[in-house]
């Protein structure tokens, strides 16, 4: 497996889009810190930034690399390598490149700003390591979407939708239904619903841990409420974890039973 | 050397193999033929375990095939269609192959033997499709298995690769090799394959040397043969 996830790590790290991507944060680093002059505030338009656009990328890169390198994994099958191997490599490769991509594009101006000096870096850090769980689950969603999809249209028309609905709908609906269901105790449903949604769950978790309750919003009140700060972190770390092993889950599952 | 037995497959609606029976025995070279969709790729890919059967047994060198990957380095494949990582250049994939195979300097002599050495600091992507298929040629050739399976080995070949290609089976033959081979140019088959495996609707519809294929049809030649097989079935 290591073998293959060097493989179409390196195959990626030489592609225009790594760059592309890198040279996107690298720019978005210092427009935000010239703009903000302040690292802290930096960190919280970055957050929002960061939770809707890793996701996006991690699906559409995991998609194009899957149905790219179709000829390539039919060779790699023919070989004597087990096929969970294949596919956690590829996955790995192409989550551990974008992760790569994000951590040093937006590393490099935030050490230059003197991060290192500021009180900032741990949230700075939350912020990047959610960035890479985001990543991992939006990659193996791809690959998930994309294995079980034989069209490259449809796979593509899947990923963005699912894209559309965490990032965007599931909000919408979300709120709906607090406004429609207002007379009744809702903690619990919308401590559940944010946990069901990893990028609400990477939202919460970013602003639990910045402590900005202005910004918080009625989840994530709820949600230091019932858990406090450092025992909901630990829950929504927990959460991501799953999140990342579920789809990754599949993939393996998924893998054994297809026809090539 | 390979045995297949009531091998069943269906993708969707469409049944491929129903109740395919098939004994490769060691040694020599076998060409499975069939009308397009009758299901050669299938039965090779299934050997290969890349697809995988709803009903019957493969069995490879003696070993059970299902959810087993090691017997593979008992096999060289020739996929149909050669479409590699375009980031790669020549002799990083080569290089790759080895690294996830075993080691091995027959590559060289492939190289040269194919002419390959000016596109070796190439990208993969910038080559045209006979290259490739040379390409996957020496990929496939390089590890000295006992069993090797071609998949349209002919596809995009100038008429001097096509001979050494011819070359390498019977050499690979000349070591006691099995080698199968599916192909629809007919003289190719005529010229290098000792016996015949014919694929119709999903089974072995004939399985014997061109001879016996002559005799059984009535034809004086091959590729009259073949076509006998496909009017009286389908007319």
Do not use: C
């Not at chain 2, 195979?101 to 060289?108: A, C, F, H, I």
């Not at chain 2, 294929?213 to 034809?219: E, I, R």
């Amino acid at each position: 497996m290591l073998k293959i996830l060097r493989y179409s790590f390196f195959d990626l790290m030489r592609s225009r889009w790594s760059y592309v991507y890198f040279a996107f944060y690298l720019l978005l680093g210092v427009i935000l810190l010239f703009l903000n002059n302040d690292l802290s505030k930096a960190v919280i338009t970055l957050m929002n930034v960061i939770i809707v656009l890793v996701p996006l990328i991690g699906t559409i890169f995991g998609v194009m690399y899957y149905y790219n390198s179709q000829e390539f994994t039919e060779l790699l099958l023919a070989q004597p390598i087990k096929r969970a191997s294949i596919f956690l490599g590829q996955y790995l490769g192409v989550a551990l490149s974008l992760s790569m991509s994000l951590i040093l594009g937006l590393g490099i101006p935030f050490v230059f700003y003197g991060l290192f000096e500021s009180s900032a870096v741990w949230d700075f850090s939350l912020l990047l390591i959610t960035g890479v769980f985001l990543t991992l689950i939006f990659t193996a969603l791809a690959f998930n979407i994309a294995l079980s999809n034989e069209n490259k249209i449809k796979g593509f028309g899947y990923a963005i939708l699912l894209w559309l609905f965490l990032a965007v709908i599931y909000d919408g609906l979300f709120l709906m239904t607090l406004i429609l269901f207002e007379d009744y105790p809702l903690d619990k449903l919308s401590l559940f619903g944010t946990m069901l949604n990893p990028i609400d769950l990477s939202r919460t978790l970013i602003l639990l841990k910045l402590d900005i309750s202005a910004l918080l919003g009625y989840t994530g009140a709820v949600f230091k409420q019932f858990f406090g700060t450092s025992f909901g972190l630990i829950v929504s770390f927990f959460m991501l974890t799953v999140w990342v092993i579920l789809p990754v889950g599949r993939i393996i599952n998924k893998s054994k039973k297809k026809d090539f | 050397m390979v045995t297949i037995q009531n091998l069943h497959k269906k993708f969707g609606r469409n049944q491929v193999l129903s109740g395919l029976n098939l004994t490769i025995n060691e040694g020599g070279i076998f060409a499975i033929l069939g009308p397009n969709g009758s299901g050669k790729t299938t039965l090779i890919k299934a050997v290969l375990g890349m697809v995988i059967p709803d009903k019957g047994e493969i069995t490879v060198l003696g070993e059970e095939i299902k959810k087993n990957s090691d017997y593979r380095h008992k096999i060289d494949y020739l996929p149909q269609i050669a479409n590699f990582p375009s980031n790669l250049k020549v002799k990083e994939l080569i290089k790759m192959i080895k690294d996830l195979r075993k080691p091995t300097d027959e590559d060289q002599r492939l190289i040269e033997l194919l002419r390959l050495e000016p596109f070796l600091d190439k990208k993969l992507g910038n080559l045209s499709g006979g290259t490739k298929q040379k390409v996957n040629l020496v990929l496939t050739f390089m590890f000295n298995s006992p069993l090797i399976i071609l998949d349209e080995p002919t596809t995009g070949l100038d008429p001097i690769s096509l001979i050494r290609l011819k070359e390498l089976i019977k050499v690979a033959k000349a070591k006691g090799k099995t080698i199968l081979i599916t192909s629809h140019i007919m003289s190719f088959v005529e010229e290098i394959s000792d016996e015949i495996v014919f694929i119709l609707e999903g089974k072995i519809y004939f399985k014997g040397s061109i001879q016996e294929l002559k005799t059984k049809t009535n034809q004086q030649d091959f590729e009259h043969a073949i076509a006998s097989i496909l009017t009286n079935n389908h007319a």
